[in-house]
C-alpha cells in the first residue's frame, strides 16, 4: 500500500468520525439554543436522541466493515443486496416489536388526575348498554371483546426508523465508493509516477556509455598522431566522467555546473581537429545564477551529434553551439554543416527520440523542440523553462 493510499484511508475514518460527532452533538446545541432563548432545556431528549443512533451506529460498523469490503468492492452485488434487504428486514421486525412492547406498556399506565377545584363535580360515567341508556349495537357493527384492540397498523416511526437505516447504508456507500475510488486513482498515478522515474532513469543511464564511447574514439584517432595530447585529452575525460557518473544520478543540476561541462567537452572536442577546416563557436553566459536548474546532460546528446556528423577532413565545416537565459526561459541552439548521408540522428542507444521522450517525461507540453534539416546543414533549437 502506497502513502497516498493511506492517507486517503485516513481521511475517510476522520470523515466519518466527524459526521457522527456532529448528528451526536446536534440535540446539545438544540437544547442549549432552548435554554439562551429562555426556555427550559429537556435533556431526557439528548439521551433519547444518543440511544436512537445505536442502532444506527450498529448498522454503519456492520455495513462499512463487513458487507462494503467483502462483497460490494468485490462485485458480489447480489449477496450485498441481499444483506441490505436481510439488515432491513431484521431490524424492521425489532423497531416493531419494540414498538408495539412501548405502545402497550403506556395503555396499560393509569392516567395523570389533576384535580384542581374540589369543589366541582366529577363528570357522570358514561352509560353502558345494559343500563338501557344506550342504543343497542347494530348487528353490522365492528364488536371487539373487552380488554383486547383492533390489529395495530404498521407505525410510521417504524417507516422514518427504516428510512434511517436505508439513508446510513446509502450514504455510508456512496461515501465509501468515492473514497476508494479517489484511494485507486492515487495508487494508479503513484505507479505511474514511479514507472516514469524508472524510465527517465534509464534513459539517463544510456547517456554515460554513449558520451564515453564517443570522447574515447576521439582519444583513439588523437592517440595516432600526438600521444602528449592523447594523455591531456584522458586526464580532461577523467573530469567530465567525474560530472556525468555523478550529475547524472540527480534529478537537477544548476545551468552553471552544465554550462562548465559543455565548455569542457567543446575544448576537449577542439584538440582533435584544425582549426582551418573546423570553425567551432561556442556562446554561453560566463556566469549565470545558482539558483536556476535544468536536467542533467540534456544538452550534450545534440552536440555529440554535432561533431559526429557535422566535422569533415575535406571540406570547410562549422559548428555553432549557443545557449542563453531570460525571462524564465532557457535557449538552447546547435547548428552543424551536414557531412554525412545520414538521418542525423544520435546513434549507440541514445537516438532523438530518447532525448524526446527526456523532455516529455520531464516538461510535459512545457517546452519547444524545433529541428530543422537541409542537405548541407542541421540545427535544433530547444527552448525549456528555467526551474
Excluded at 439554543?33 to 442502532?55: A, Q, R, T
Excluded at 458487507?67 to 431484521?90: D, F
Excluded at 558520451?211 to 595516432?224: K, P, T
Aim: include cysteine; aromatic fraction near 8%; charged fraction near 20%.
Amino acid at each position: 500500500m502506497t502513502k497516498k493510499s493511506t492517507i486517503w484511508e485516513k481521511n475517510e475514518k476522520i470523515f466519518y468520525i466527524i459526521v457522527w460527532s456532529a448528528i451526536a452533538m446536534l440535540p446539545i446545541v438544540l437544547e442549549l439554543w432552548k435554554l439562551i432563548n429562555g426556555s427550559e432545556p429537556v435533556w431526557k431528549s439528548v439521551v433519547n436522541w444518543w440511544g436512537g443512533m445505536i442502532p444506527l451506529i450498529l448498522i454503519f460498523l456492520l455495513h462499512n466493515h463487513v458487507l462494503i469490503p467483502q462483497l460490494l468492492k468485490r462485485g458480489r452485488t447480489v449477496c450485498y443486496a441481499a444483506s441490505v434487504c436481510a439488515i432491513l428486514l431484521t431490524f424492521g421486525v425489532l423497531f416493531f416489536c419494540l414498538d408495539c412492547c412501548l405502545s402497550e406498556r403506556r395503555m396499560k399506565m393509569p392516567p395523570p388526575q389533576h384535580i384542581e377545584n374540589a369543589g366541582v363535580r366529577p363528570p357522570a360515567p358514561l352509560p353502558r348498554p345494559h343500563d338501557g341508556l344506550m342504543p343497542p349495537r347494530e348487528a353490522g357493527g365492528p364488536h371487539h371483546p373487552p380488554g383486547k384492540h383492533p390489529p395495530a397498523m404498521f407505525p410510521l416511526p417504524v417507516l422514518f426508523k427504516l428510512l434511517l437505516v436505508l439513508l446510513t447504508i446509502g450514504a455510508n456507500a456512496a461515501v465509501s465508493l468515492s473514497f476508494s475510488y479517489n484511494r485507486q486513482q492515487a495508487y494508479r498515478k503513484e505507479l505511474e509516477n514511479r514507472r516514469l522515474q524508472e524510465e527517465l532513469k534509464y534513459l539517463k543511464q544510456q547517456i554515460s556509455p554513449h558520451f564515453l564511447m564517443n570522447v574515447l574514439n576521439n582519444i583513439h584517432e588523437m592517440a595516432e598522431e600526438n600521444i602528449k595530447e592523447a594523455q591531456n585529452m584522458i586526464l580532461e575525460l577523467s573530469c567530465l566522467m567525474r560530472y556525468v557518473l555523478y550529475e547524472s544520478e540527480n534529478d537537477m543540476t544548476t545551468l552553471a555546473a552544465e554550462l562548465r561541462f559543455i565548455s569542457s567537452y567543446v575544448s576537449l572536442m577542439r584538440k582533435r581537429y584544425i582549426e582551418e577546416l573546423v570553425t567551432v563557436k561556442l556562446d554561453v553566459p560566463e556566469s549565470c545564477p545558482e539558483s536556476i536548474r535544468i536536467p542533467p546532460l540534456l544538452f550534450i546528446p545534440f552536440i555529440e551529434n554535432a561533431f559526429k556528423h557535422g566535422v569533415s577532413y575535406n571540406n570547410e565545416t562549422m559548428i555553432d553551439v549557443s545557449l542563453s537565459e531570460a525571462k524564465g526561459k532557457i535557449r538552447f541552439t546547435c547548428s552543424n554543416t551536414l557531412q554525412r548521408k545520414s538521418d542525423n540522428d544520435i546513434k549507440g542507444g541514445v537516438g532523438l527520440a530518447n532525448v524526446k521522450r527526456r523532455l516529455d517525461l520531464i516538461y510535459g507540453n512545457d517546452y519547444s523542440l524545433r529541428i530543422d534539416k537541409t542537405i548541407q546543414a542541421y540545427s535544433v533549437i530547444l527552448i525549456i523553462p528555467s526551474l
